[in-house]
């Protein structure tokens, strides 16, 4: 649906390469290269060990690759920095700060002025729909809440691309599929670059413009099926034939099912 | 801790009412029973030299709070020379456990600081850690009261030398959980920071310092229990006033080992130093509890 | 990456050691001139005193202490009293521990003394064990086990009541009997917890036997070298018996942390 006009690269990966020194050596990622445009979500999706989550923390800057570059909107990447934001599959809000505290963080590092900060805070809980719990704790909100909080306190920053690492991995089914619903929500109003990392094929179609399937370790980029659904996309697009077809094809590459 | 309620106190009162009776009966019985009438190595047990009666211990109480002898009554009423000896020395329970306090609260308010500076630098820096931990493991497998031998040659005969080993001790307490409270439990949190651009001086007042709170805290608390024995031991062993030179009966080193030790004096020193521990116990838990109240809450679901 | 880690980290710590060492030696030669040798010591001065021993003198004063068995008695003695009062207490300490943690009754009833001796220095009831048991081996045993009972028991204790709910539940829905789920189910569980607390325990004996043979000093032991040291004094005598001292206590901590890594590793592995 996007491909026709051509767009701004915001992410480039080049033939990146991590090794585990360890008491074995474990080729984590090996020859991946990837490109993320602009405004686009990209889910990756791959069995266990496949290395999407080591992917996705040498983009951070956690780690540095072994080999290869990783350049983010030009600039190779070196450490971890406020334009890559990046949601934690734990629990990662800061319970010793009150939600308007932890949404105002990324900001205070900044320098920015504290109206300026609490303005942002504002908005962005008006945005989660958690009006009334600025002077709430972490620990008094429910798990999905929480995660939520911790999406908005990444946005505040305004970086350039939004990492997620399994973000909705610890909830539960029913929690999870609300969550995919609002980060669905909140991203087709604050339009944003997305890397979701997740082994939930489900969520990554839901979510996604283009689904990258990584192969058994070491990860490499083995397949790319695109999901060229329209958006709003309501929990009933889950029972549609196209929905199925392109899970079918995700599951194929996966090898969990026959192509058809 | 199972939930404190009813039962819980009734069967506390209860047992310590039990006991306190039984010793009454036990520690009298010389006084109540002829000799001849018991066997004999109860007898030998029950002698006031070694079980003081409840009234004895009650006696010494007030002796040692008034700092006054009691008047004589007869034979079986006067003051052991334990008693009489710190009355002399115008020792009083008030003033010993206070000076016991002081050396305790500054042993806390010096070590404390200390150690948790020592275990965040280990903890953070792991270069600093590799050189200088074993360093430290090996400085702390020394029993702080064996130093004061050293430093008497040192320093003398004064305040400082009591006081170090009581720094020392509540130092290497504070350090190993500190360490790894900034370590072990702060890792998702730093990340996360990093990538919220936060870096240096909020990194460590806002993240790190938080996070590393609740361990901080316990191990401050849990010093306490270790400043007291330490303040106890050199009290004993050097000090010229506190709990520990009234356990022992007062006076200088030589003498001490000279003078019958009075068991009544002992119980009540101990109660009096029991309470102190666990008043100050109580305090730092409500205030540790009140700065780390976000570490104990459970979801919502 | 693990192996080379750990061998950066040794050879730096390595290096931290020795360059400790090296600079104890340096300080000891540039002060051997200089410092003061007269030292006042409560009623009369002493001359002659080495504050700060060099190594010559150290190793001189060690080969003394051992050939003389001075020093390997007093070791053998001290530890002796650590390994004694660490099973007496130990045992009481897991036993009581552990039947405070099953039976809220017992808990109750029991708690206000615990923590009475909680609050209780050890020491604070040498001169009262002292009175008891007289001046021999039962005094300064009786305290450690004491303080180690105290220590074992919190250990136990919270072993039991961190038991997950859901392993009791489970139990009881297999209708075991309770013996079998003491053995089966508490004690392994508990076991971790009362390990960590031996380990605290054993530091704790060893500083109670040192305060204990420096306040009512009886020959041998390594206490009483010390205090004797002391009051002499003696400088190297003293390092090298606080060097023992810090070794014993080195060698018993490691021993216990094996033991503790080597039972939880059942536990560990179920987080990787």
């Known amino acids: 649906m996007h491909k026709n006009q051509p767009r701004k690269v915001r992410l480039q990966v080049d033939d990146v390469a991590y090794v585990y020194e360890g008491g074995t050596r474990t080729h984590a990622l090996e020859g991946l290269t990837l490109a993320v445009h602009d405004n686009e979500f990209l889910a990756v999706v791959g069995p266990v060990g496949c290395g999407k989550t080591t992917f996705l923390r040498i983009v951070a800057g956690f780690l540095t690759p072994t080999r290869g570059t990783v350049l983010c909107d030009g600039s190779p990447v070196r450490a971890p920095g406020a334009e890559r934001g990046y949601v934690f ?162 599951w194929a590459e996966l090898g969990l099912a026959e192509a058809s | 801790m199972r939930s404190p309620g009813r039962r819980r106190v009734v069967l506390g009162c209860v047992s310590v009412a039990v006991l306190v009776c039984f010793y009454t009966l036990v520690s009298n019985v010389g006084r109540l029973v002829d000799a001849e009438l018991l066997p004999e190595a109860f007898a030998r047990l029950s002698r006031p030299d070694l079980l003081p009666p409840t009234q004895d211990i009650f006696k010494a109480v007030v002796s040692l709070v008034t700092g006054e002898l009691p008047p004589m009554e007869g034979h079986h009423a006067h003051p052991s020379g334990h008693v009489s000896q710190l009355v002399e020395q115008h020792v009083t329970l008030q003033g010993a456990l206070l000076a016991s306090v002081l050396r305790v609260l500054f042993g806390v308010a010096v070590g404390g600081p200390l150690g948790i500076l020592t275990g965040f630098v280990l903890g953070w820096n792991r270069t600093a850690d590799d050189y200088l931990h074993p360093i430290y493991v090996l400085l702390r497998s020394i029993p702080s009261l064996a130093f004061i031998t050293y430093v008497m040659l040192w320093l003398g005969h004064g305040e400082a030398h009591l006081l170090i080993p009581i720094v020392y001790a ?24 990093r990538s919220l651009g936060a870096g240096g001086r909020l990194l460590f007042a806002r993240v790190i310092l938080p996070a590393a709170s609740p361990a901080v ?9 270790i400043a007291w024995m330490t303040t106890v031991g050199v009290e004993m062993l050097m000090g010229d006033d506190g709990i520990g030179h009234l356990l022992v009966g007062g006076g200088l080193w030589s003498s001490r080992l000279q003078i019958g030790v009075d068991p009544a004096v002992i119980i009540v020193g101990i109660l009096a130093l029991a309470a102190a521990g666990y008043a100050m116990d109580a305090a730092a838990r409500i205030v540790s509890d009140r700065v780390t109240f976000w570490a104990r809450r459970r979801r919502a679901w | 990456m693990v192996a080379a880690l750990r061998s950066i980290r040794v050879r730096r710590g390595l290096v931290g050691l020795l360059a400790l060492l090296a600079l104890y030696g340096l300080a000891a030669q540039i002060a051997s001139g200089r410092l003061p040798t007269r030292v006042s010591l409560a009623k009369h001065d002493i001359e002659g005193v080495e504050l700060l021993p060099t ?132 004690l392994p569980s508990a076991l971790p917890q009362i390990l960590a607390s031996l380990r605290i325990a054993i530091a704790l004996g060893w500083v109670t036997v040192i305060a204990a043979e420096l306040i009512k000093p009886s020959m041998p032991s390594l206490g009483y070298l010390l205090a004797l040291a002391g009051a002499y004094p003696r400088v190297p005598t003293i390092v090298i018996a606080l060097a023992t001292i810090a070794l014993l206590v080195l060698v018993s901590d490691g021993l216990t942390l094996a033991a503790y890594r080597w039972v939880t590793r059942w536990m560990r592995r179920r987080h990787a």
């Open chain 1, 89 to 250: 599959q734990e629990d990662a809000v800061f319970p010793w700060m009150s939600v308007q505290d932890n949404l105002e963080f990324g900001l205070r590092a900044k320098g920015a002025a504290p109206a300026e900060r609490a303005a942002v805070a504002a908005e962005l809980i008006r945005l989660i729909g958690l009006q009334g719990y600025e002077r709430a704790y972490p620990g008094e909100l429910s798990a999905g809440m929480s995660k939520m909080v911790e999406v908005a306190r990444v946005l505040a920053t305004d970086p350039s691309i939004l990492l997620m690492d399994e973000p909705f991995g610890s909830l539960d089914a029913q929690t999870r599929g609300q969550m995919q619903d609002e980060l669905h929500r909140l991203w087709e109003k604050r339009l944003k670059t997305v890397v979701l990392v997740t082994h939930d094929v489900d969520e990554a179609i839901c979510l996604a413009d283009r689904v990258l399937v990584f192969s058994p370790r070491p990860g490499r980029v083995k397949a790319e099926v695109a999901v060229p659904l329209p958006r709003p996309r309501p929990l009933e697009l889950r029972l549609s034939p196209e929905f199925s077809a392109i899970k079918r094809r995700i």
């Open chain 2, 170 to 193: 509540v130092f290497t307490t504070v350090v190993i959980p500190t360490y790894h409270g900034v370590r072990d439990l702060a890792e998702v949190y730093v990340r996360a920071a």
């Open chain 2, 217 to 225: 805290l316990s191990a401050l608390r849990y010093s306490l229990i």
């Open chain 3, 55 to 186: 190594y010559s003198s150290l190793v001189e004063e060690g080969v003394f202490l051992v050939q003389a068995g001075i020093l390997l008695e007093g070791a053998a003695v001290s530890t002796g009293r650590v390994l004694a009062g660490l099973l007496l207490g130990s045992v009481v300490g897991i036993v009581l521990g552990l039947a405070m943690g099953w039976a809220a009754g017992l808990e109750y009833a029991l708690d206000p003394w615990v923590v009475l001796l909680r609050f209780t220095p050890a020491l604070a009831l040498l001169p009262l064990y002292v009175l008891w048991f007289g001046l021999g081996e039962a005094a300064k045993v009786g305290l450690i086990a004491t303080a180690v009972a105290v220590v074992t028991l919190q250990g136990a204790y919270q072993g039991v009541r961190g038991i997950p709910g859901v392993y009791w539940d489970a139990a009881a829905a297999l209708a075991a009997p309770r013996s079998l789920v003491l053995r089966r189910i508490v």
